[in-house]
Antibody, heavy 121, light 107 residues
Framework: QVQLQESGPGLVKPSQTLSLTCIFP??????????WSWIRQPAGKGLEWIGQ???????NYNPSLRGRVAISMDTSKNQFSLNLNSVTDADTAVYYC?????????????WGQGTLVTVSS | DIQMTQSPSSLSASVGDTVTITCRAS??????LAWYQQKPGKAPKRLIY???SLQSGVPSRFSGSGSGTEFTLTISSLQPEDFATYYC?????????FGGGTKVEIK
């Protein structure tokens, strides 16, 4: 399963903005048949879908994040990004980027290795 | 939101056992369900997609079934490397939602 790669700060202060980037070295994020998601997992807990972006720029977000989230993409750099503002310690988690698409049954077939983000002053 | 109720939350089994994990959706999701295996410190790995299609490279002892609201993942002849946590995912409607997970432990 093709790998993606997350990057970004591992420590964010409360009330600030968490920003992560995901690249897809093995292909292009410009494919019209793919969607690019962020998913998170607090330590010892389950998986939560944060949202996704498509090559068209169309986005879908989890309402549980109450408008704090924005996902964008830069096709020239073959990467997409997550911004989560007004973070609290409840946002401490491992964050994954993942791909799903028409050629893979529309569930996540490719994941990054995950990056731990800790919210702490 | 579509709630995915996964059961059991944990189970103990022995090598060679057959294990069944269930996911129930709060509303019909056709066959828009996948199963994942996650080991500590690793990203989830897809085992089954479209409810019953085996991911390439995944051993045939893993199988999925179901449609609508009831889905099962069966692991036949459990192997030492199968001890992990398993999650279902519904992708029929936004927000996409995961089951709570089933931890399969060694008896």
């Amino acid at each position: 399963q093709v790998q993606l790669q997350e990057s970004g700060p591992g420590l964010v202060k409360p009330s600030q903005t968490l920003s992560l980037t995901c690249i897809f070295p093995g292909g292009s994020i410009s494919s019209a048949s793919d969607c690019w998601s962020w998913i998170r997992q607090p330590a010892g807990k389950g998986l939560e879908w944060i949202g996704q972006i498509q090559a068209s720029g169309s986005t879908n977000y989890n309402p549980s994040l109450r408008g704090r989230v924005a996902i964008s993409m830069d096709t020239s750099k073959n990467q997409f990004s997550l911004n989560l503002n007004s973070v609290t310690d409840a946002d401490t988690a491992v964050y994954y980027c993942a791909r799903r698409g028409a050629n893979s049954g529309w569930s996540f077939d490719s994941w990054g290795q995950g990056t731990l983000v800790t919210v702490s002053s | 939101d579509i709630q995915m109720t996964q059961s059991p939350s944990s189970l103990s089994a022995s090598v060679g056992d057959t294990v069944t994990i269930t996911c129930r959706a709060s509303q019909g999701i056709k066959n828009n369900l996948a199963w994942y295996q996650q080991k500590p410190g690793k990203a989830p790995k897809r085992l089954i997609y479209s409810a019953s299609s085996l991911q390439s490279g995944v051993p045939s002892r893993f199988s999925g079934s179901g449609s609508g609201t009831e889905f099962t993942l069966t692991i036949s002849s459990l192997q030492p490397e199968d001890f992990a946590t398993y999650y279902c995912l519904q992708h029929d409607a936004y927000p996409l939602t995961f089951g709570g997970g089933t931890k399969v432990e060694i008896k």
